[in-house]
Each structure stands twice: as structure tokens, then as C-alpha cells.
Nanobody
């Protein structure tokens, strides 16, 4: 079983910064993908940023130049550094990880795991 623990959300003024963290723990053989999504009331959940095991990175157009995604393989943790925050960045940010479970070599299923989300509120 794999669990995700998210932290770093909170209330910040427009123009400020926050850093979100998502740490994966449990039986992990490898992590292929880590990403951040967000959802605001009345809006569809959208991809904010993602990073693969090959360091392929994608950003939503709305956050390019302001957000930076990174990972620490030793800690099984992905970060989202958010700078120059805008009120429209407000929402619940959720971490997702695609992990190969660290079971026996004969059974190592690929599992998609989601965190419970952390609220980011940006005031104007």
C-alpha cells in the first residue's frame, strides 16, 4: 500500500509564494510519474504540473513562468513551488503518483495514488 501526505497549503496574498510538498510512503519499487492537479468550485479539475521518471515536465499554460515542479527521489517527494500567486490560483491542490508497488518481482502492480488535497487560497 502507498500513501501520500500533502502539505504546504494555506492562505497567501496575491503576489506571494507557497511551496507544496507531497511525500509518498509505503511499499514502493519505483515512481514513474508525479503530478499536481487543482480544482476550484464550479471548475473542472486541471493539471497544474507533472514530472516523469525521465524528468519530462509539463505545466499548464496559466502557471508557466510562475510555478516550478521538482522531485527528490531519495525522499519520494514532489514539490510545487508557486510564485507570483494570483487569486485565480485558488483551489484544492491534489497530488497524484504513479507507483510500481514494491512487492515480489512476480507481482509489482502499477498503482495510481491520489492525496486528499490541500487548500490554497490567494487573496487579492
Amino acid at each position: 500500500q502507498v500513501q501520500l501526505v500533502e502539505s504546504g497549503g494555506g492562505l497567501v496574498q496575491a503576489g506571494g509564494s507557497l511551496r507544496l510538498s507531497c511525500a509518498a510512503s509505503g511499499s514502493i519499487f519505483s515512481i514513474d510519474y508525479m503530478g499536481w492537479y487543482r480544482q476550484a468550485p464550479g471548475k473542472q479539475r486541471e493539471l497544474v504540473a507533472s514530472i516523469t521518471n525521465l524528468d519530462r515536465i509539463n505545466y499548464a499554460d496559466s502557471v508557466k513562468g510562475r510555478f516550478t515542479i521538482s522531485r527528490d527521489n531519495a525522499k519520494n517527494t514532489v514539490y510545487l513551488q508557486m510564485n507570483s500567486l494570483k487569486p485565480e490560483d485558488t483551489g484544492v491542490y491534489s497530488c497524484t503518483v504513479h507507483v510500481v508497488s514494491g512487492g515480489l518481482p512476480s507481482y509489482r502492480p502499477l498503482v495510481e495514488v491520489w492525496g486528499q488535497g490541500t487548500l490554497v487560497t490567494v487573496s487579492s
